[in-house]
Structures are given as C-alpha cells and as structure tokens.
C-alpha cells in the first residue's frame, strides 16, 4: 500500500500570512492527488485534485503543485474561514489512502 | 438536489454486525463509482472501501477486508456496507462519497454525505 505522509501535523498562523503543507508517497503516484479540507463535524470539502487542478467554488487562494512523491498545497493569504485540518490523498492505486492531516490553527 | 444520505449506524458489541446504506439522489448513480470512508472519533480520515458503477470491481482496505463488504442496487439507487466481525477499532463516523461533477475517470470525492456513526462497545 501507498503511504501518505503530510508535514506538518499542525500549524498556527494569522489571517494574511502565506501557508503551505506539503504531502509525500511512499512511492510514486504521478499526480494523482487530491487535496480536502475538514471543518469540525463536517464532512471533507474537495479543493484541489489531480495536484493542481481547483475544483469548481474553491477560492483562488489555494493552490496544489507537484507529481511523482512530492506535493504541497499552498494557501496565499490566509482567510479566517480557512483554519481547518487538511488532507491529502493518492488515488493512484488502491487502497486510496489518506495521509494524517494537518490541522491549521489562528496564531 | 443532489446527495447522499448514509443511515444504519448504531451501537453494536464486539463480534456484532450492522449494514449500512447510502441513498443517492439526483444523479445517475449507476454511472458513479461509490467509496466509503471513515473517520475515528478525534482522528483523520481512512478510506474504507470502492465500487465501480456497475458493481463488478470492489476494493478494499487492508485493515476491513474479509470482514467488510461492499455492494450497491442500482435499482435503487443505494449503497450499501455490510460489516461483519466488528472490532473496537471499527468505532467511527462511516462517510459515503463520490466524484460529484468530476469527471468519470477521477476517484476523488466532491460529493459526500453527512455520515453515520458506528459505535462498537460493550
């Protein structure tokens, strides 16, 4: 199976400032990746897939890049409605596994 | 209005077994591969289990199969989780999902329900 690894596990910054959380595979998925953001008690949202393509309503702010292991989401200017635990996952091969999250927290 | 509505969770004992059902609407669910997915109270998500659209290819996780089975009617319109043998670890918020508006050939999940919580405990 294909691991997920994001760094990091959590972070803390202000509205405005510029965040980027960065997802690896344990082996390479070309850019088979999407990227979710989680609110308490609800469910995921999808932002990016395919490592950089914006899913339709998803503010230009966020931004993926990356293929092969190394990936990273970007957030230009921080939002309040952005603090959030982030999720990446490979849907490369199966078992499409999640990586642990990244929990964004307001500094 | 498109969406999907999980129901069948519940408090089970260890060893119990429950199913659990998605109902989809406003969409031709026969054209949309299902997946299911969970999250662990205070944890991160796991992806679960998949079903192509016609319900001939079916994957698993490592840490369900021989125990969990997915199936879908399309008849009905409905998904469905049959797990057996549950265990503590199985406790957790059970998410359905699938593409949305994306296109056929992409696994990632736009659209999900609002989940039903399986509590294994005795």
């Known amino acids: 199976d294909i691991q997920m690894t994001q760094s990091p596990s959590s972070v803390s910054a202000s509205v405005g400032d510029r965040v980027t959380i960065t997802c690896r595979a344990s082996?390479?998925?070309?850019?088979?990746l999407a990227w979710y953001q989680q609110k308490p008690g609800k469910a995921p949202k999808l932002l990016i897939y395919?490592?950089?393509s914006l899913q339709s309503g998803v503010p230009s702010r966020f931004s993926g890049s990356g293929s092969g292991t190394d990936f990273t989401l970007t957030i230009s200017s921080l939002q309040p409605e952005d603090f959030a635990t982030y999720y990446c996952?490979?849907?490369?091969?199966?078992?499409?596994?999640f990586g642990q999250g990244t929990r964004l927290e307001i500094k | 209005e498109v969406q999907l509505l999980e129901s069948g969770g519940g408090l089970v004992q260890p060893g119990g077994s429950l199913r659990l059902s998605c109902a989809a609407s406003?969409?031709?669910?026969?054209?949309?591969?299902m997946s299911w997915v969970r999250q662990a109270p205070g944890k991160g998500l796991e992806w679960v289990s998949a079903?192509?659209?016609?319900?001939?290819?079916?994957y698993y996780a490592d840490s369900v199969k021989g125990r969990f089975t997915i199936s879908r009617d399309n008849s009905k319109n409905t998904l469905y989780l049959q797990m057996n043998s549950l265990r503590a670890e199985d406790t957790a918020v059970y998410y359905c999902?699938?593409?949305?508006?994306?296109?056929?050939?992409?696994?990632?999940?736009?659209?999900w329900g609002r989940g039903t919580l399986v509590t294994v405990s005795s």
């Open positions: 999902a699938t593409r949305g508006n994306l296109l056929p050939r992409y696994w990632y999940f736009d659209l």
């Open positions: 406003g969409f031709t669910f026969s054209s949309y591969a």
């Open positions: 079903i192509s659209g016609s319900g001939g290819s079916t």
């Open positions: 082996q390479g998925i070309s850019s088979w």
């Open positions: 395919a490592a950089s």
């Open positions: 996952q490979q849907a490369n091969s199966f078992p499409h596994t």
